[in-house]
């Protein structure tokens, strides 16, 4: 790691900052002392909604707090929640894992760079078919619904369905069922396999940068700012 740490420029940061309206905040503490509480409090009074990541899980702001990256993803994909940045409180050495982490989640291939369908419409039918416990057809079947590539984006599944109805044939799928994976965590890998994230900003907090983790978070078209506080850069930029 060297010295060197990167920033986005005042005008994108204002963008992001006017657009954003959810805020994922991973290291965020209960203990009120320490500066992510702060920032958090910050940023909700100012409008946006947070969403915690602590490892003991528990509330934190009265936010339910994700024990993990996944399990928060996994809840906003059901829900139809975008993220639009993730302010990362964690050791400057612990960052390139946690951006690593968070491509591997979404399943990013910057290669990938056309349009995918509105991501409420994919969270909608997600968590329709994951609710349905006793709909073979709908539980089971979601990596048989075809997915338009966007970036970033979920892979290509084969397009199984009728197209009169748009509803999955059940002859098609009657074969097939016995090699389907119902465990909860296949189930989990579905949902977020078909999660359209759109490119959400990654904020890494003041004095803490890693040239590795930008370099990752910039080859998976990520936006990437750190050695930031999210709350000085509110402040400063908006008081212009």
């Not at 829900?79 to 050495?93: H, L, N, P, Y």
């Not at 612990?94 to 349009?115: Q, R």
């Not at 078919?129 to 089971?140: A, E, I, T």
């Not at 999955?168 to 016995?178: G, L, R, V």
Request: with cysteine.
């Amino acid at each position: 790691m060297d010295n060197k740490t990167t920033h986005l420029s005042d005008e994108i940061k204002r963008e992001i900052l006017q657009n954003a309206k959810t805020i994922m905040i991973v290291g965020l503490s209960p203990d009120t002392s320490k500066p992510s509480y702060h920032v958090a409090s910050f940023l909700l009074e100012k409008g946006y909604d947070i969403i915690p990541i602590y490892p003991k899980g528990g509330e934190i702001l009265g936010k339910k707090a994700f024990t993990s990256l996944k399990e928060a993803y996994i809840d906003m994909a059901r829900k139809g929640v975008k993220c639009d940045i993730i302010d990362i409180f964690r050791k400057s050495e612990a960052l390139p894992l946690v951006v690593s982490e968070i491509c591997e989640i979404w399943g990013l291939e910057s290669s990938m760079k056309d349009s995918c369908v509105k991501q409420s419409e994919i969270a909608r039918d997600l968590d329709s078919n994951y609710n349905d416990q006793h709909s073979v057809v709908k539980l089971g079947n979601l990596d048989s619904i075809n997915f338009a590539p966007q970036s970033p984006a979920p892979t290509q599944i084969v397009e199984n369905l009728d197209s009169n109805s748009h509803h999955i044939k059940h002859s098609e799928i009657s074969n097939t069922e016995s090699k389907k994976d119902f465990s909860p965590m296949a189930q989990n890998d579905k949902i977020l396999e078909s999660f359209n994230t759109n490119n959400p900003c990654i904020w890494v907090q003041l004095g803490l940068h890693n040239t590795e983790a930008a370099k990752i978070a910039k080859q998976h078209g990520l936006l990437y700012e750190e050695d930031s506080c999210i709350k000085l850069e509110y402040m400063r930029i908006f008081s212009k």
